[in-house]
């Protein structure tokens, strides 16, 4: 039988045939009452299996606390009681409790049951009870070892899907409790908000978080945000691990999907902890300097060392799947337009200024069409500016890509399935081009209109959307048919570098460095964008004063790196400055 005192003697049975079968039920109401389901908006639950608040409806409910004479009084009395109590109604009517209403808490979104956590973890011998509200659980465990306590918090964040930042294990002496000899939920509950506050306290936070604010440009961010949902790029990526490196005693597999308050927490760097002696580094991060050389080498020397600017779009389409897709999701097109597109722009532009005193520089360069004229064959301007296509290039498929994922069908469907939405939009775009007289042209021009650049970004997209290795193999092959169908005609450099560095970056674990040569690494992989607008006037420099193309090369190198130094100095503090107005703006 179930009952409450506000409705005495009893609010349901179970009938005694029942009871082998249903004792784990509260039954039925007793003749003459009602029972049903609410939930949080008192809207009545007529489905199975979904819990809510469990109301009650008879002659039997009492009128309620009187507190004056008048209240006494009172003809009438309520015949509805809200039991504060959350059921399931069963497929033959019966009822099963399964918690109070005031024990649950929402975090992230999801309502989370205290009392299910002591059953689930009594369940494995632990004397649990647990407490908390919306800002975090605690879970109190008699006789419970330091390390013991710190396994169990990050398997419950496991098992419950939310960071390891708002839950608490703690020690329990003694169980408070009441006259009745019920626990005391009440100073349980008290005692988790002083746990809480504690912990939140501890968070060694040194300079990581500011640090981590300026790498996102961002003003500050939610702890329970990771660096993916809150958008960064592939080069604030690199410059996150780099620091990342230095803060933290181990940097964990995937830290890009975790919670950033899990990285404060983690935040151990002290006198004692162990030198780290290698650094391990994403291939991404390799080929994406590859390319940036060949592009150089290229330029400078004339040598056929073509398709470091195409695996730059590939990488492109990589880091925009990797990074942006939650933002755009959430429609936070400002946030993906800024990240993406200011910080290339803001140095092509002042790049196109400097050029601009020493020979003039035509519309479409401003304008940001000249991809279309760089792939035809009346190119009238300085050969110099010609590697700039690809700005124009880029600049349209993040403009496209953009306009597209504003149709909420096209959002709905990348929340849902990114890796068939990539694949998809592959096979598509590689048919426009083939029915399209963009087909016929030469690889190494082809590639310059939007369809090709829009090509290469989506098999970009398709590696970094990808998951385990069926998803992993389909990609494989997508390159393996682009090259049969679609490359074949290129140089063969470029061939060598479309099917080869896609499948590092697919396959290739993180690669184990020394620590040196990993942090010099992530240092210039965070100057890629910049070595390549800087490397245009310093070819420009160098080849007036150098003669032999090898020491041309070596110069131009040399002198982009140094001016990529200089630009995301200036342009960083340029940058920083227009994010912070943009994110009041946002805000």
Same mark, same amino acid.
């Given at each position: 039988?179930?009952?409450?005192?506000?409705?005495?003697?009893?609010?349901?049975?179970?009938?005694?045939?029942?009871?082998?079968?249903?004792?784990?039920? @509260?039954?039925?109401?007793?003749?003459?009452?009602?029972?049903?389901?609410?939930?949080?908006?008192?809207?009545?639950?007529?489905?199975?299996?979904?819990?809510?608040?469990?109301?009650?409806?008879?002659?039997?409910?009492?009128?309620?606390?009187?507190?004056?004479?008048?209240?006494?009084?009172?003809?009438?009395?309520?015949?509805?009681?809200?039991?504060?109590?959350?059921?399931?109604?069963?497929?033959? =009517?019966?009822?099963?409790?399964?918690?109070?209403?005031?024990?649950?808490?929402?975090?992230?979104?999801?309502? #989370?049951?205290?009392?299910?956590?002591?059953?689930?973890?009594?369940?494995?011998?632990?004397?649990?009870?647990?407490?908390?509200?919306?800002?975090?659980?605690?879970?109190?465990?008699?006789?419970?070892?330091?390390?013991?306590?710190?396994?169990?918090?990050?398997?419950?964040?496991?098992?419950?899907?939310?960071?390891?930042?708002?839950?608490?294990?703690?020690?329990?002496?003694?169980?408070?409790?009441?006259?009745?000899?019920?626990?005391?939920?009440?100073?349980?509950?008290?005692?988790?908000?002083?746990?809480?506050?504690?912990?939140?306290?501890?968070?060694?936070?040194?300079?990581?978080?500011?640090?981590?604010?300026?790498?996102?440009?961002?003003?500050?961010?939610?702890?329970?945000?990771?660096?993916?949902?809150?958008?960064?790029?592939?080069?604030?990526?690199?410059?996150?691990?780099?620091?990342?490196?230095?803060?933290?005693?181990?940097?964990?597999?995937?830290?890009?999907?975790?919670?950033?308050?899990?990285?404060?927490?983690?935040?151990?760097?002290?006198?004692?902890?162990?030198?780290?002696?290698?650094?391990?580094?994403?291939?991404?991060?390799?080929?994406?300097?590859?390319?940036?050389?060949?592009?150089?080498?290229?330029?400078?020397?004339?040598?056929?060392?073509?398709?470091?600017?195409?695996?730059?779009?590939?990488?492109?389409?990589?880091?925009?799947?990797?990074?942006?897709?939650?933002?755009?999701?959430?429609?936070?097109?400002?946030?993906?337009?800024?990240?993406?597109?200011?910080?290339?722009?803001?140095?092509?532009?002042?790049?196109?200024?400097?050029?601009?005193?020493?020979?003039?520089?035509?519309?479409?360069?401003?304008?940001?069409?000249?991809?279309?004229?760089?792939?035809?064959?009346?190119?009238?301007?300085?050969?110099?500016?010609?590697?700039?296509?690809?700005?124009?290039?880029?600049?349209?498929?993040?403009?496209?890509?953009?306009?597209?994922?504003?149709?909420?069908?096209?959002?709905?469907?990348?929340?849902?399935?990114?890796?068939?939405?990539?694949?998809?939009?592959?096979?598509?775009?590689?048919?426009?081009?083939?029915?399209?007289?963009?087909?016929?042209?030469?690889?190494?021009?082809? @590639?310059?209109?939007?369809?090709?650049?829009?090509?290469?970004?989506?098999? =970009?997209?398709?590696?970094?959307?990808?998951?385990?290795?069926?998803?992993?193999?389909?990609?494989?092959?997508?390159?393996?048919?682009?090259?049969?169908?679609?490359?074949?005609?290129?140089?063969?450099?470029?061939?060598?570098?479309?099917?080869?560095?896609?499948?590092?970056?697919?396959?290739?674990?993180? @690669?184990?460095?020394?620590?040196?040569?990993?942090?010099?690494?992530?240092?210039? =992989?965070?100057?890629?964008?910049?070595?390549?607008?800087?490397?245009?006037?310093?070819?420009?420099?160098?080849?007036?004063?150098?003669?032999?193309?090898?020491?041309?090369?070596?110069?131009?190198?040399?002198?982009?790196? #140094?001016?990529?130094?200089?630009?995301?100095?200036?342009? =960083?503090?340029?940058?920083?400055?227009?994010?912070?107005?943009?994110?009041?703006?946002?805000?």
């Amino acid at each position: 039988m179930y009952g409450q005192t506000e409705a005495a003697p009893r609010i349901s049975y179970v009938p005694p045939r029942d009871l082998p079968d249903y004792a784990h039920t @509260i039954g039925k109401p007793v003749p003459g009452g009602m029972l049903w389901i609410e939930d949080s908006m008192g809207r009545r639950i007529t489905d199975t299996s979904v819990p809510g608040e469990l109301v009650y409806q008879g002659p039997n409910v009492m009128m309620g606390y009187a507190t004056t004479r008048q209240e006494i009084a009172r003809p009438t009395r309520p015949t509805l009681l809200r039991t504060g109590d959350l059921a399931e109604r069963l497929d033959n =009517g019966y009822f099963r409790m399964v918690g109070r209403a005031s024990r649950f808490v929402k975090l992230f979104g999801l309502r #989370i049951g205290l009392d299910e956590i002591e059953t689930k973890l009594r369940a494995d011998g632990l004397n649990a009870y647990s407490a908390g509200d919306d800002s975090g659980i605690v879970v109190f465990v008699e006789k419970i070892e330091p390390n013991a306590a710190a396994n169990l918090r990050v398997q419950l964040a496991d098992s419950m899907k939310i960071p390891a930042s708002v839950i608490a294990v703690s020690p329990l002496t003694k169980v408070p409790l009441l006259s009745s000899g019920k626990v005391d939920y009440r100073a349980l509950n008290s005692k988790a908000a002083d746990v809480l506050a504690a912990q939140s306290a501890d968070i060694p936070q040194g300079d990581l978080k500011p640090a981590l604010a300026r790498i996102l440009r961002c003003n500050d961010f939610d702890d329970a945000m990771s660096f993916r949902d809150l958008g960064g790029d592939s080069l604030a990526y690199l410059e996150a691990e780099l620091l990342l490196n230095a803060k933290l005693s181990k940097l964990p597999n995937r830290w890009e999907d975790m919670p950033i308050g899990d990285l404060l927490i983690q935040q151990s760097v002290t006198k004692e902890s162990p030198v780290k002696q290698r650094i391990s580094v994403r291939p991404d991060l390799l080929m994406r300097l590859a390319a940036i050389t060949t592009v150089v080498l290229l330029h400078a020397t004339g040598y056929s060392v073509g398709g470091g600017v195409y695996i730059l779009t590939i990488l492109a389409g990589f880091s925009f799947a990797g990074f942006q897709l939650k933002p755009l999701i959430d429609l936070r097109i400002g946030k993906v337009l800024a990240t993406m597109l200011l910080p290339i722009l803001l140095a092509y532009y002042a790049t196109l200024a400097v050029l601009s005193t020493i020979f003039p520089i035509e519309l479409r360069w401003i304008i940001l069409t000249a991809n279309f004229y760089a792939a035809g064959d009346s190119i009238t301007v300085s050969q110099f500016l010609l590697p700039y296509w690809f700005v124009s290039a880029y600049a349209q498929i993040i403009a496209l890509f953009t306009l597209m994922l504003l149709l909420g069908s096209v959002r709905h469907t990348i929340a849902r399935y990114p890796f068939l939405f990539g694949v998809g939009l592959f096979a598509v775009v590689s048919i426009v081009m083939s029915l399209t007289p963009a087909g016929d042209l030469p690889y190494r021009t082809q @590639i310059r209109y939007t369809l090709g650049t829009l090509q290469l970004f989506t098999i =970009g997209w398709c590696i970094s959307a990808a998951l385990g290795s069926i998803q992993k193999a389909i990609v494989s092959v997508l390159v393996v048919i682009s090259y049969l169908v679609l490359w074949l005609d290129a140089d063969a450099s470029v061939t060598l570098l479309l099917t080869v560095a896609p499948l590092l970056v697919i396959w290739s674990p993180r @690669i184990s460095l020394p620590k040196t040569i990993s942090k010099g690494l992530l240092e210039l =992989g965070t100057l890629t964008l910049y070595i390549y607008i800087a490397h245009v006037p310093m070819l420009l420099v160098a080849q007036h004063i150098i003669e032999p193309p090898i020491l041309i090369f070596c110069a131009t190198m040399l002198a982009s790196i #140094i001016a990529a130094f200089a630009m995301r100095l200036l342009f =960083g503090w340029i940058l920083d400055r227009i994010y912070r107005q943009l994110n009041l703006l946002w805000n």
